[in-house]
Nanobody, 125 residues
Framework: QVELVESGGGSVQTGGSLTLSCAAA????????MGWFRQAPGKEREGVAA???????RYGDYVKGRFTIARSNAKNTMTLQMNSLKPEDTAMYYC???????????????????WGQGTQVTVSS
């Protein structure tokens, strides 16, 4: 079982920035697909960004131009730089990973077998 640990959440004002990190523990093989998802109260989980070991990335339309995903293949770690944050970005953010990428780096929760516990991001107006 792969353990994913997120860090870096917190509270910021509109327009602020945060960087989320995710580290995979207890894994001795490459996680080809890693991604970030978020879920706000009363809403479905939605994809934020994903990246493959080849560096192919995909972003949800609602974060394009504001968020940047990056990863270290050797360490199975991933970051999400979030800039120009808005109140609608408030959610629990989850790190997800999978040994394979299906159809590229899709932002579909069922494509990912491993999930972190989540880190809260709150953006106040």
């Amino acid at each position: 079982q792969v353990e994913l640990v997120e860090s870096g959440g917190g509270s910021v004002q509109t327009g602020g920035s945060l960087t989320l990190s995710c580290a995979a523990a207890e894994v001795d093989y490459r996680l080809n697909c890693m991604g970030w998802f978020r879920q706000a109260p009363g809403k479905e989980r939605e994809g934020v960004a994903a990246i493959s070991t080849r560096g192919v990335s995909r972003y949800g339309d609602y974060v394009k131009g504001r968020f940047t995903i990056a990863r270290s293949n050797a360490k199975n770690t991933m970051t999400l730089q979030m800039n120009s944050l808005k109140p609608e970005d408030t959610a629990m953010y989850y790190c997800a990973a999978n040994p394979e990428c299906y159809g590229g780096t899709r932002l579909i929760p069922s494509d990912y077998d491993f999930w972190g516990q989540g880190t809260q991001v709150t953006v106040s107006s």
